[in-house]
């Protein structure tokens, strides 16, 4: 990563450009780039290079690269796809340390668009790429302005905090003029494009490690290397610099196609949703929230809790607050005495003023009446964030109700945020100049408010084995494909992972013996490496006697028989299970992302449930338990009304163990699954009751 920060730092420093393809009308394409670096105040050399004209700008130009006086620290190609590659070379020849490529048909053209920018790569050698099918970069807070965006058009844009990193030159200027019109600031912006080289995590990292960064904020259509992202995610959290993220593809059109219930519950969007919640990211959930939740954490204020106090002179726009508030989990209280006592002397009211939102509208909208009004807010204890409506009546004077909010936040740290209620785009450029994060909707003003909310922390990755569940030798010879159930069970329990107790037989009178030496009540299943859902197919009978189960047997595989299904390897006799909850622990390994565990409620309904929670490999310190206690079958494992507790430690081992299984068996897994697996009342541990594995190749054993 050291060759790439010190290529970002080229491209956010340079002191000399080579703009390749320049044109000499600023209204093209090719023109915008050298016309933006002066309107922006870039104080380097800048070289531009076109054979067919001498000046350009009043700068010299240059027939081509080889002519330039030196080796340039940036070059912008603006050439085409047909002469992009040749360009790319000559500039590595010179000496360049980074060009950006703005051209397309590359990799999203198709395979000869593949192969076309394999070669490009191959023309750049040892300078990095940004690109192809970028729209550039821009330092906002040095005037370096890489980049043909036309949203760079723009007079008086707002500095700030603010730094993009996104895998599409488009959205890079929607962010940009949309905060431009709304007075957010950014300080960095960058298009990666098709990532032929800099991808996405490389200028995450490098913001991480910016000065002037104090949030990043991520538009990502897909992640080349979820250990680099990782990196990186880690990077800007120890760096204390929020990272927010947008990711496209919610859609589950594209999932995977599984033989296991996890396979079909582990949709990719959801896979994205484990892993940002992991590395600690905040995800967004709509393209708009990817510039209000910035907006609202480059702002160093924190929520400490949950409470929020809502002030305003209109009561309906206070009430949209409050209730979209409430939506999001935040908590909209009753004030405390103190605080209510203080707020009635203000407004002139008798009895305290409890209520809240608190609405002032019968004590006049005056400045000093706002200013104290929210300063008495924000100091109360029982209140962690104060949102002020802006009202109507600041259409006429915006400059005081902006000096009024800011005022009264002024003996505070505490989360203060405007709802500017009427259209007025004017008041929401001037408060968030002022630094006062103002919002035109209520809804986002909840969701700035809860993006603001005390971040759990993100445990260290676990090490070594699941305790307890030290495995022994993985099975020698098992076969590539979906294994039976009695071959993944002794898989699982290699690990730790125990079922009931169980025979494997071929003829009734096997079954009978097997039903009398296990004693009770016994589970009667076709055991086959070709049928993955036993139930589905009439391959499972539960509560049989050993007088019942030889004929079971008979009939089953009868039943099987009609159906023309493959003939099974045998039959699997089992103890009942009682006395548990029905959980499903499964992996599958995402072509992308990798492995990952789901953990939900079980049994035949786990799809319809809708109760489960992943979480990508490796699991860290705490990611077992909290899934355990994402889910709301939690409540049953628990003691639901008075029922006994079931063994929660023992399930949060099992994930561990399973974990640790993915982490022996590498690529070699490709999905595993206990659906049921028993939690067995406390301290009796679990049981496996049906086991489903499916390998890419043989095992060798261990």
């Given amino acids: 990563m050291t060759n790439t920060l010190a290529a970002l730092n080229a491209l956010w420093a340079p002191k000399s450009v080579a703009v390749v393809g320049a044109s000499a009308d600023p209204k093209k394409t090719g023109g915008r780039p050298i016309n933006y670096l002066l309107k922006h105040g870039f104080s380097g050399q800048i070289w531009p290079i076109n054979p067919r004209v001498d000046t350009i700008e009043g700068l010299r130009c240059y027939g081509s690269v080889a002519d330039l006086p030196a080796a340039p620290d940036v070059a912008i190609v603006l050439l085409g796809v047909e002469r992009a590659e040749g360009a790319v070379r000559d500039l590595a020849a010179k000496g360049c340390k980074i060009a950006i490529v703005l051209a397309s048909g590359y990799s999203e053209a198709g395979d000869d668009g593949q192969k076309r920018q394999q070669a490009l790569r191959a023309a750049a050698g040892e300078m990095r790429l940004l690109g192809p099918n970028t729209i550039g970069a821009m330092d906002l807070t040095q005037g370096i302005v890489l980049s043909a965006s036309g949203a760079l058009e723009g007079d008086n844009i707002p500095k700030g905090g603010i730094s993009v990193a996104s895998q599409s030159g488009g959205i890079l200027g929607a962010l940009l003029s949309r905060g431009s019109a709304r007075g957010i600031g950014f300080c960095k912006l960058a298009s990666t494009g098709n990532e032929a080289d800099i991808d996405i995590s490389d200028l995450i990292e490098a913001y991480a490690n910016d000065a002037d960064t104090r949030v990043i904020a991520a538009y990502i259509e897909g992640i080349r290397s979820v250990e680099k992202f990782r990196q990186a995610a880690a990077a800007a959290r120890a760096a204390g610099k929020p990272l927010v993220i947008y990711k496209?593809?919610?859609?589950?059109?594209?999932?995977?196609?599984?033989?296991?219930?996890?396979?079909?519950?582990?949709?990719e969007d959801r896979t994205y949703d484990a892993l940002f919640q992991q590395v600690g990211a905040i995800r967004?959930?709509?393209?708009?929230?990817?510039?209000?939740?910035?907006?609202?954490?480059a702002n160093p204020r924190r929520m400490r809790g949950n409470r929020v106090a809502v002030l305003t002179s209109t009561g309906g726009a206070g009430s949209l607050v409050a209730d979209n508030c409430g939506v999001l989990g935040l908590d909209v209280p009753e004030l405390d005495g103190a605080t209510a006592a203080t707020l009635a002397a203000l407004l002139g009211h008798d009895a305290p003023m409890k209520a809240n939102p608190v609405d002032v509208t019968l004590a006049g909208v005056e400045p000093a009446v706002m200013t104290a009004a929210t300063h008495a807010l924000l100091a109360s204890d029982q209140i962690d964030g104060v949102v002020v409506v802006v009202g109507s009546s600041a259409l006429a004077r915006p400059d005081v109700a902006v000096g009024a909010i800011r005022a009264g936040a002024a003996q505070s740290d505490k989360p203060l945020i405007a709802y500017v209620s009427p259209h007025a785009p004017h008041i929401v450029d001037l408060l968030n100049r002022e630094g006062v994060p103002a919002f035109a909707a209520p809804e986002t003003c909840a969701t700035a408010l809860h993006a603001a909310l005390p971040t759990p922390p993100v445990g260290a990755p676990l090490a070594g084995h699941a305790e307890g569940h030290i495995p022994g030798a993985v099975p020698a010879g098992l076969p590539a494909g979906t294994l039976n159930e009695a071959e993944a069970r002794s898989l699982f329990a290699a690990f730790g992972l125990h079922g009931a107790n169980s025979h494997v037989v071929h003829t009734p009178e096997a079954a009978t013996k097997a039903a009398e030496a296990l004693g009770g009540p016994v589970v009667l299943k076709v055991l086959s490496r070709e049928i993955a859902h036993k139930s589905d197919v009439g391959g499972v009978r539960v509560g049989l006697s050993a007088d019942t189960v030889g004929p079971a047997l008979t009939e089953m595989a009868q039943a099987l028989a009609r159906q023309s299904l493959p003939r099974p390897e045998g039959f699997l006799v089992q103890a009942l299970v009682r006395g548990g909850v029905e959980m499903i622990l499964g992996l599958r390994r995402d072509p992308q992302l990798g492995p990952l565990i789901l953990l939900g409620a079980g049994g035949i309904q786990a799809e319809l449930s809708d109760d489960s929670t992943l979480r990508l490999l490796p699991l860290c310190e705490g990611d077992a338990r909290s899934m355990v206690e994402a889910l709301r079958v939690k409540r049953l494992l628990d003691g639901y009304r008075g029922a006994p507790a079931h063994d929660i430690e023992a399930l949060v081992a099992a994930i561990e163990a399973l974990a640790q299984m993915a982490t022996t068996l590498g690529d070699t897994l490709d999905e595993a699954e206990i659906n049921p697996l028993f939690v067995l009342p406390k301290g009796q541990g679990v049981a496996a009751a049906d086991g489903l594995v499916v390998l890419s190749r043989p095992t060798l054993g261990g």
């Fill in 284 to 297: 967004a959930q709509t393209f708009s929230d990817l510039l209000d939740i910035p907006a609202m954490l």
């Fill in 248 to 267: 496209v593809g919610r859609s589950e059109s594209g999932a995977r196609a599984a033989v296991s219930h996890t396979g079909a519950m582990a949709g």
